[in-house]
């Protein structure tokens, strides 16, 4: 028996689909299997259901009992301190990083060598937990997770319907984060920070000024949370629709550019698109100079980008725009008017820890 069990939590999607893909990862690099998880309630999934995101990803009964029981020895294991049965392990933060490896099931690979746990005979179960590790270490898992998202029918049938009502011009996807109020003083660093409704206004307003699109609204709100942006932009939105969740981060996914929220959800719906993204400068953290901007402490991160970085003529992966922009970086407005056809040119990506370019 080689299992590797992902440990989930009541929290929302966007959150616990890293831990899946690490465990996906190291079943795939280590010989093992990847063990469905039991989900638990989440408030996150509406209309509610006893078994959270379980309405998108059903485990049968044998795999359910599996996990519970496995879950179960890992219980018995932490509060005796004894092995039962056979190793039981867990993959955690320090284990990781003191591998030196970037990808998830690498690290894992070397982490069981050292324990002479890697012949594919010997038994042993794994499990993982938490967001550390990043997006850096399940790149190889994106095609992985994607088809797992389009694994339910009716979330999938939805994703084709608007696919099919927005074609033939650009889509960008805007997504507005509204169930969190919006903190006072600095917001840097901040996750879930509800952003102004005029921000995203302005910034809609300014690219339809551009290129002939369709804007697809993406939010946890109401109509009357997000009225003045439907009155100003009229999108196409889900709004009011049942279980949301998979097909919000798929249309982002689709879409050829993503305006976003300081959320898990928009970084998911980013790291399954390869296309540019607009994310708020306003929560970043700002390196020495003031120019550039990083998704999490820079001090962890130092700037290792060139000068030439800071040229506002280049398609950008990352475009980082200020709530008071004045305008669309020229980059920017190249990419709209190409109709989302030119490439990528600086791949600086915020959600990889690289230092993005902040336009003024």
């Known amino acids: 028996m080689r299992i590797v069990l992902p440990e989930v939590t009541p929290q929302g999607f966007g959150s616990n689909f890293i831990t899946l893909a690490k465990a996906w990862l190291i079943a795939k690099v280590c010989d093992m299997e990847y063990q469905k998880p039991v989900w638990p309630f ?33 219980r018995i294991h932490n509060k005796l301190r004894t092995q039962f049965l056979w ?3 867990s993959f955690k933060r320090d284990h990781y990083y003191n591998s030196g490896i970037t990808d ?7 982490y069981l060598h050292k324990r002479h746990l890697d012949d594919p005979s010997r038994s042993v179960v794994m499990r993982v937990s938490g967001m550390w590790g990043g997006y850096n270490s399940i790149v190889a898992a994106r095609d992985w997770v994607r088809n797992l998202m389009l694994s339910h029918e009716d979330t999938c049938r939805r994703l084709e319907s608007i696919l099919w009502q927005t074609q033939n011009k650009m889509r960008i996807a805007v997504h507005i984060r509204t169930s969190e109020a919006q903190g006072e003083g600095s917001i840097r660093g901040k996750w879930l920070v509800r952003l102004p409704l005029d921000w995203y206004i302005r910034l809609c307003h300014a690219i339809q000024e551009q290129t002939d699109c369709h804007i697809i609204l993406v939010t946890d709100g109401t109509e009357e949370d997000v009225g003045e942006f439907l009155d100003e932009v009229d999108p196409v939105h889900i709004i009011g629709e049942p279980y949301q969740d998979l097909l919000g981060a798929l249309l982002m996914a689709e879409s050829d550019l993503v305006i976003c929220s300081n959320s898990t959800y928009s970084r998911l719906g980013c790291f399954l698109n390869d296309k540019p993204y607009i994310w708020p400068a306003d929560v970043l953290f700002k390196d020495s100079s003031r120019r550039f901007g990083y998704l999490w402490n820079h001090r962890q991160n130092p700037l290792t980008q060139p000068e030439d970085r800071t040229d506002e003529w280049s398609v950008r992966r990352a475009f980082a725009i200020p709530l ?10 190249l990419y709209l008017n190409s109709g989302g056809t030119l490439p990528v040119e600086i791949h600086d990506d915020l959600l990889y820890r690289d230092a993005v370019y902040i336009h003024t």
């Open 87 to 89: 190793p039981t392990l």
């Open 104 to 110: 998830m099931g690498k690290a894992a690979e070397l």
């Open 324 to 333: 008071d922009f004045r305008t669309l970086p020229p980059g920017l407005r």
């Open 42 to 74: 989440s408030e996150h999934v509406k209309p509610a259901t006893p078994n959270g995101f379980g309405y998108y990803f059903p485990t049968t009964r044998t795999e359910a009992i599996r996990y519970r029981l496995l879950s179960y020895q890992f």
